[in-house]
C-alpha cells in the first residue's frame, strides 16, 4: 500500500486496462464499485512523481474502503498465464467437472470479472444437472456481485436435489436483493421444523420487512424467532429492532436496521466510556498528586560559589562543599531554607 507524509512518499500514477464493476470487497465486505487496473508506483515529493518504484496490477480497488490487493506486474502475468491455460484445459474436455472447478479457482483467484461472464454460460451448459459445480459456479457469481446470477442457478441446483441448505441459500441471496416476499417460502422448514440454529435466517427476514415498511410482518416473525429460540429475547440489538417496528406499527415507513445497530454500538461505546473515564480521571489525579509531592519534597536548588576560593555552606544542616566557580545542584523540600556558611575564612 502507498504511504504519504506531508505529501512525501509513495503513491501510484496512471490506470491501464481499467475494468470497473459493482461488486462485494473482498476485504470490507460491502457492496462498492470495484476497479482494477496496471499502474506504476512512484516516489512522489509534494504528490509530484519523481521516481518510478515499480509496476503494479491493481486488483478490486473499493470505493468504500479504499482497500485493494497489489500484484507486481510479473506476477500479474504469471496469474493471468496460468488462468489462460486452466480455461484452455477445461474447454479441451468441457464434460470433464474437475476441469470446469480448476478454472473456476483460477479465476476466483485472479479476480477476473470477464473471465468469469464468458465462461461460466459454457460451464453452465455443460454441466446442467451436476449439483457441485452449478452450486461453485452460484458462489462464484456471488462473490463477484452477481446476486441475482447466483440466485437463478441456486433454484436450478433446487430442482437437481432438494435440501434445507439450498432453500436457505436461495433465501439469503433473495434477501440481499430486498425480496423479502420471495424469501419467506423457502425458510417455512425452518418455522415448521422449529429448528433454533437456523432462526438467523428468520430474524434476517424480519428485518427485510421492517426495512420495506411492512412492520406487522417484522413484528411476526420477530414474534417467531422468539418462540423457535427463546434465548434471542435476551438480545439487546433484537430487542431494539422490534422495538423499532412497534414504534412505526401502523405505517409504511421504513426502518433501516442498519442505521440502528449502529445507534446501539455507538451507544454501548458512549456508556463504555463514561464508566471507564472516571477510573482513567481518578488514576490520573492521583498520579500527578503524587508526582506534585515527590517533586515538592526534593525540588531541585543549584547552591553557586562565585569566589575564587573553596567554602562550605549549610543547609537545613547538611554540609555542603563548593568548589571554586563550580554550581551544585542539590534537592530539598519546598518551603523555608535556612543557609549557614562555614569555614569560609577570610573574604
Keep these: 500500500m502507498p504511504q504519504l507524509y506531508n505529501g512525501i512518499g509513495t503513491w501510484y500514477y496512471g490506470k491501464k486496462n481499467l475494468e470497473e464493476y459493482d461488486g462485494v470487497c473482498q476485504l470490507c465486505k460491502r457492496n462498492a464499485r470495484l476497479s482494477s487496473y496496471d499502474t506504476r508506483l512512484y516516489f512522489v515529493i509534494f504528490l509530484v512523481p519523481v521516481i518510478p518504484l515499480a509496476r503494479k496490477h491493481i486488483i478490486e480497488k473499493c470505493t468504500i474502503c479504499k482497500r485493494h490487493r497489489p500484484v507486481p506486474q510479473a506476477d500479474w502475468k504469471i496469474r493471468q498465464q496460468r488462468l489462460g491455460e486452466a480455461i484452455e484445459n477445461y474447454r479441451s474436455i468441457p464434460t470433464d467437472p474437475k476441469r470446469a472447478r480448476e478454472a473456476m479457482e483460477a479465476i476466483a483467484g485472479c479476480r477476473d470479472r470477464r473471465r468469469l461472464m464468458e465462461l461460466a454460460p459454457e460451464i453452465e451448459r455443460a454441466f446442467p444437472r451436476d449439483k457441485r459445480t452449478l452450486s461453485d459456479l452460484a ?9 441475482g446470477q447466483a440466485e437463478r442457478l441456486l433454484k436450478n441446483v433446487l430442482t437437481v436435489e432438494e435440501s434445507d441448505e439450498m432453500r436457505e441459500a436461495i433465501a439469503d441471496s433473495l434477501m440481499r436483493q430486498g425480496k423479502v416476499e420471495e424469501a419467506e ?6 418455522v415448521a421444523q422449529q429448528i433454533p440454529d437456523r432462526v438467523g435466517y428468520l430474524y434476517q427476514l424480519a428485518q427485510g420487512f421492517q426495512a420495506n415498511g411492512n412492520h406487522d410482518k417484522a413484528l411476526a416473525l420477530f414474534a417467531q424467532c422468539e418462540v423457535i429460540n427463546p434465548g434471542i429475547s435476551q438480545d439487546h440489538t433484537f430487542q431494539r429492532l422490534r422495538e423499532a417496528s412497534a414504534e412505526k406499527l401502523g405505517t409504511s415507513e421504513p426502518v433501516k436496521p442498519a442505521k440502528v445497530i449502529q445507534k446501539i454500538k455507538n451507544t454501548a461505546q458512549w456508556r463504555k466510556f463514561f464508566k471507564v473515564a472516571p477510573i482513567v480521571l481518578l488514576v490520573g489525579l492521583v498520579s500527578y498528586l503524587g508526582i506534585s509531592f515527590l517533586e515538592g519534597i526534593r525540588a531541585p536548588v543549584y547552591v553557586v560559589n562565585g ?6 555552606v ?9 568548589a571554586p566557580g563550580v554550581a551544585m545542584k542539590v534537592h530539598l523540600p519546598e518551603g523555608n531554607v535556612k543557609v549557614e556558611i562555614v569555614d569560609a575564612g577570610p573574604l
Design 307 to 312: 569566589l575564587g576560593k573553596a567554602y562550605a
Design 185 to 190: 417460502p423457502y425458510l417455512q422448514h425452518i
Design 139 to 147: 458462489a462464484l457469481y456471488d462473490s463477484f456481485g452477481e446476486v
Design 314 to 322: 549549610r543547609l537545613n544542616g547538611t554540609k555542603y562543599d563548593l
